[in-house]
């Protein structure tokens, strides 16, 4: 059976702590750029998905000179549907 030692026990905190500082280092030294790394990829998708929507709705022809557009992909507008009578009430005292 083994004892604590309070040298082992300083040796153990000063590991944690010397961990500790190059973990904090090394995160704010690579966490921009991960961050960046991330935003880059993030902005490459959004932009081919909008030209891919994009390209759903416009399609050129083989001389070039006419644009058709398909409007099966445009939003239809909606209908309110009239559910019943407003009836303004007044108070009687």
Do not use: C, H
């Not at 709705?57 to 309110?80: G, L, P, V």
């Not at 009578?85 to 005292?93: M, P, Q, S, T």
């Amino acid at each position: 059976m083994q004892e604590a030692s309070f040298s082992g026990f300083l040796k153990t905190l000063f590991y944690i702590l010397v961990f500790y500082y190059i973990f904090r280092f090394l995160v704010r030294l690579f966490f921009p750029i991960v961050v960046k790394k991330v935003v880059e990829k993030a902005g490459e998708n959004f932009q081919k998905q909008y030209q891919q929507a994009q390209g759903n709705s416009w399609q050129k022809t083989a001389n070039n000179d006419e644009i058709i557009i398909d409007t099966a992909n445009a939003k239809k507008t909606r209908e309110t549907k009239k559910v019943g009578d407003y009836v303004d009430y007044e108070e009687i005292d």
